[in-house]
């Protein structure tokens, strides 16, 4: 029987996130705000062979889902190459690879990625106001990253999700914008609370707007009906909209209802380290131990011992938490 792996809770773990860079050429506020971090030499960062023996290694053990991620994961020379890799281990039961993206390069680069074998994207974008989108995100490219929206329908890459982080006092009197955008266009629009995962560590609990305030703004405008009965290991509760018009809206609330008993998530930074949860403290280096030469049983032994170690839950809530130390862009988000 296939292997599947399982952490100590009885969690299955189906999905893997990699980050290809730390790097970033947005400054969103509320994961990067303070000036350039101190990206990983090239020498720790794992090399695409090495990103490829991992991710084959964890299909074997059961990964069915892969999304690479960032940093600006499209800063990665030739992604493309990656991408068409990992596309191979579809022949080896992964079933789903996909990418989040700021939409920066989409432009001029959806389609190639569409060939490469990439099935899905999401693309973050936090404003549809050209003044608050660059106060969010540090850069004046609202009309670009539109452009690489409708690039990425063009190219099929669908269906496309939309990422908008809502944060009190810059954005969330358009969540109701957004649900008329996911409308208009035919996409799914996720919302997602404002997490501790800053790198000026200025989150603050007054800055979250809860998935229950979300859910009612869209409401006052659109009346929605739950997708599914039960969520499943799904982060977002899914909505369609009552009168059956496109689209789709999904709210991601991990601060005021958390999921973890239903994680099947698992993270590999760009630098190798294997993260159990997106606010672990600790990580594990997978990069060291294929650098020393293990052999692909020993590799494996490494992960599922790792996998045991995973949290039962994150400690957002509790009053002694502490937030990690890295920031989004560095965990990939
Ligand atoms: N650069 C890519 C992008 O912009 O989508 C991929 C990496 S980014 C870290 C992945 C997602 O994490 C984005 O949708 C971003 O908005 C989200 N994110 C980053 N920091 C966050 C925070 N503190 N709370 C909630 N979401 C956050």
């Known amino acids: 029987m296939a292997r599947i792996l399982t952490d100590s809770h009885n969690r299955a773990i189906r999905d893997l996130r990699v980050s290809l860079t730390d790097r970033c050429n947005f400054r969103c506020f509320y994961c990067l705000p303070h000036?350039?971090?101190?990206?990983?030499?090239?020498?720790?960062?794992?090399?695409?062979?090495e990103i490829e023996y991992a991710c084959d290694v964890f299909v074997e053990l059961g990964i069915q889902k892969i999304r690479?991620?960032?940093?600006?994961?499209?800063?990665?020379?030739?992604?493309?190459?990656?991408?068409?890799?990992?596309?191979?281990l579809k022949d080896r039961g992964l079933e789903d690879l996909a990418l989040t993206t700021n939409g920066y390069f989409l432009p001029h680069r959806a389609e190639s990625l569409k060939q490469a074998g990439l099935d899905r994207i999401t693309i973050s974008l936090d404003s549809l106001k050209r003044d608050v989108f660059k106060q969010m995100t540090g850069v004046d490219v609202l009309e670009r990253v539109l452009e690489g929206i409708q690039a990425a329908k063009e190219a099929g890459l669908e269906p496309i999700k939309i990422n908008a982080v809502i944060v009190r006092g810059h954005n969330e009197d358009e969540v109701a914008d957004f649900a008329a955008f996911a409308r208009e266009h035919?996409?799914?629009?996720?919302?997602?609370e404002f997490m501790p995962l800053d790198s000026g560590h200025d989150w603050s609990r007054e800055d979250v707007v809860s998935g229950r305030e979300i859910r009612e703004r869209i409401e006052e405008r659109f009346p929605?009906?739950?997708?599914?009965?039960?969520?499943?290991?799904?982060t977002s509760s899914r909505f369609r909209f009552a009168d059956g018009a496109p689209g789709e809206v999904g709210i991601i609330a991990p601060v005021t209802e958390a999921f973890c008993g239903a994680c099947s998530r698992i993270r590999l930074t760009s630098d190798g380290q294997i993260?159990?949860?997106?606010?672990?403290?600790?990580?594990y280096s997978l990069r060291d131990v294929m650098r020393d030469g293990a052999s692909?049983?020993?590799?494996?032994?490494?992960?599922?011992?790792?996998?045991?170690?995973?949290?039962?839950?994150?400690?957002?809530?509790?009053?002694?938490?502490?937030?990690p130390s890295r920031s989004m862009s560095f965990i990939g988000g």
């Open 35 to 49: 000036g350039e971090p101190p990206i990983a030499p090239k020498e720790q960062m794992l090399s695409y062979e």
């Open 68 to 88: 690479l991620t960032g940093g600006e994961p499209m800063m990665r020379r030739d992604i493309e190459q990656i991408i068409y890799k990992l596309a191979q």
């Open 224 to 234: 929605l009906v739950p997708v599914d009965e039960v969520r499943g290991s799904n």
């Open 275 to 283: 993260r159990t949860c997106l606010f672990s403290t600790v990580e």
């Open 186 to 192: 035919d996409v799914k629009m996720r919302f997602i």
């Open 296 to 323: 692909r049983q020993e590799i494996i032994d490494f992960i599922e011992g790792v996998v045991m170690k995973k949290e039962p839950r994150h400690f957002i809530n509790d009053p002694d938490f502490v937030a």
